[in-house]
């Protein structure tokens, strides 16, 4: 069975800091992962995915297979980065998408 | 305009109703999911379809019901409403191409 698991429920930063959230998953076959983002009073989206290998909005994510995380990083916070923050997983040839728990972010002035 | 529709997005209902949640896209996607979330907590598959015909349960247990006679569309059924039901719905869409999720707005659902 798959699984996502985000530990921290909230993570407060002051704007400028960097801020990291942490992912561990856990998939027998070869996953693909994703984050997604919910910012207040809209519908969740898609921020990036780990097979893509892009930076969105400053954020990056490295899949390391051997510690099955796929931990989401920004090495300066803004404000505008508060927003809910979910995990996601898939199998590559399943199209399933399993989510973790989420984060909230809250970056302080 | 391409994109995913629910209605209604808010509810308030009796015990014992029966309840349908719409979805709708756009985008001519062939698969479509339904999630549940309580708040602050995590999304729930219980629900989703690779195609017209096609329906399977998903990784949460639940008393509702789905169909997909249309590519488009794919509502969810309560038949009776009980208290527990009461959380929110998110609907979600994806493409041939790739594994993006598009989610619709949500419908929040309240049982008393």
């Known amino acids: 069975a798959q699984r996502v698991t985000q530990p921290e429920k909230l993570l407060s930063v002051f704007k400028g800091a960097p801020v990291e959230l942490k992912c561990n998953y856990s998939y027998s076959g070869s996953p693909e992962l994703f984050w997604y983002v919910q910012y207040s009073r809209q519908r969740l989206q898609l921020l990036l995915r780990h097979i893509s290998r892009e930076s969105i909005k400053g954020f990056t994510a490295d899949l390391n297979k051997g510690e099955t995380s796929f931990h989401l990083k920004k090495p300066f916070a803004q404000e505008e980065d508060s927003a809910m923050y979910y995990c996601?997983?898939?199998?590559?040839?399943?199209?399933?998408?399993?989510f973790g728990a989420g984060t909230t972010v809250t970056v302080r002035a | 305009e391409a994109d995913i529709y629910q209605t209604p997005r808010y509810l308030v209902i009796g015990t014992g109703k029966k309840i349908t949640l719409e979805c709708s896209q756009t985008m001519g996607h062939d698969k479509m999911y339904w999630y549940q979330q309580d708040p602050g907590m995590e999304l729930h598959l219980i629900h989703y379809s690779y195609g017209v015909n096609s329906t399977e349960k998903g990784d949460l247990s639940s008393e509702s019901t789905v169909s997909r006679i249309r590519t488009e569309h794919f509502p969810l059924t309560l038949e009776s409403a009980r208290p527990s039901h009461t959380s929110q719905y998110l609907c979600a869409s994806m493409g041939r191409m790739g594994n993006t999720i598009y989610f619709g707005e949500g419908s929040w659902l309240t049982v008393v």
């Open positions: 996601a997983l898939s199998g590559l040839d399943d199209y399933k998408l399993s």
